[in-house]
């Protein structure tokens, strides 16, 4: 690390996200921007919460949002007839993060919920940045108490093996994915 600002481009929730995840990311990003980092995010946004969305975006200025427009937040850990809305939402997050990289080359790629471990490696891969993914709980909670198909959670699994860094707000929740072979 050169002790240089970081270039951070994010993907995952903000508010009006319904969702922890979308609070605690937002006041890590604006601790990050605020430290002197430059932080770009890409997040998710329904058409009745453009008003809120903008509202958030006036209020952490140090902060650049891009939104992508979605029918409905993504709360739950697993829905087996999202896989549709997964893909197209994942193919939106792909194109949103490879359009702002094109514009300024990130220093690394941060994906601010498990979910987007589905979407953020193959960019990461083709810019060759590294990754780093915040597991938050909702979804750890979901594959420690099988609540996804094996399958699929074994798919996610190995999606989180590709980011270079994972990190939590909780050492039970290290040690829940190391067990199950996550570093």
Same mark, same amino acid.
């Given at each position: ?83 549709? +809305? $997964?893909?197209?939402?994942? !193919? %939106?997050?792909?194109?949103? #993060? /490879? ?53 699929? +959670? $074994?798919?996610?699994?190995? !999606? %989180?093996?590709?980011?270079? #860094? /994972? ?17």
């Amino acid at each position: 690390m050169t002790g240089r600002p970081l270039r951070i481009l994010y993907a995952g929730t903000l508010p009006p996200h319904p969702g922890g995840s979308a609070i605690s990311a937002s006041q890590l990003l604006s601790g990050m921007a605020r430290a002197g980092h430059r932080v770009r995010a890409i997040a998710p946004i329904t058409d009745d919460t453009r008003g809120v969305g903008a509202a958030f975006e006036r209020r952490h200025p140090e902060l650049e949002v891009s939104r992508y427009r979605v029918d409905q937040y993504e709360t739950r850990v697993y829905r087996p007839e999202g896989a549709r +809305a $997964r893909e197209a939402e994942g !193919r %939106m997050v792909r194109s949103a #993060l /490879l359009e702002s990289a094109e514009r300024e080359r990130p220093d690394v790629l941060f994906a601010g919920r498990e979910m987007y471990a589905w979407y953020v490696p193959e960019v990461g891969k083709e810019l060759g940045v590294p990754l780093l993914l915040r597991v938050a709980g909702g979804t750890l909670f979901g594959l420690m108490s099988r609540q996804l198909p094996d399958r699929h +959670a $074994r798919q996610l699994v190995d !999606r %989180m093996q590709q980011f270079d #860094l /994972l990190v939590t707000p909780a050492a039970y929740m290290t040690r829940q994915l190391h067990a199950m072979g996550v570093p």
